[in-house]
């Protein structure tokens, strides 16, 4: 279906909006199906994120600054999100051994479990842009996007 026809309509300013608002459309689409596969494992995407970062230095961990400058969506508070990982037993903080203010945040074998458990689920949506695009055009797409996000 085309944009036009998905937002029922058929003007824009100029090519730069309409691609904004193709972007947008594209990017909230995949967005809810994230959405609706982290909602099946009673997360939040947001969540999600911290816990796939943490995994990244699992059995390490990384203090609140360093996940936010690595998520993939800023999160407004990622400290509430810690806690209730936390309080989920996904993820646990500790105080850093270089700092006695600072505490350090790593993902426990629960979280990873549950990790395990989402990758098909998560796969899913590599498979269905895989399916949507030859090779050529998700490179190209990635190539765009961080085109755009470049500073």
């Given at each position: 279906m085309s944009l036009e026809k998905r937002i029922k309509q058929t003007r824009f300013s100029n090519l730069g909006e309409k691609a904004t608002i193709n972007l947008l459309v594209a990017s909230g689409f995949m967005i809810q199906k994230f959405d609706t596969i982290c909602a099946e494992f009673d997360i939040t995407r947001g969540q999600y994120n911290v816990l796939r970062i943490l995994r990244g230095v699992y059995p390490?961990?990384?203090?609140?600054?360093?996940?936010?400058?690595?998520?993939?969506?800023?999160?407004?508070?990622?400290?509430?999100?810690?806690?209730?990982?936390?309080k989920q037993g996904l993820a646990e903080r500790i105080a850093s051994?270089?700092?006695?203010?600072?505490?350090?945040?790593?993902?426990?074998?629960?979280?990873?479990?549950?990790?395990?458990?989402?990758?098909?689920s998560i796969a899913e949506l590599d498979t269905y842009l895989i399916q949507k695009l030859t090779d050529e055009e998700l490179v190209r797409l990635s190539e765009i996007c961080e085109k755009i996000y470049k500073e």
């Open positions: 390490g961990g990384h203090p609140r600054s360093e996940i936010i400058d690595r998520m993939i969506e800023r999160a407004p508070d990622v400290t509430r999100l810690l806690d209730r990982l936390e051994s270089e700092d006695a203010r600072l505490s350090v945040a790593r993902i426990t074998k629960k979280g990873l479990k549950l990790l395990d458990t989402m990758s098909s």
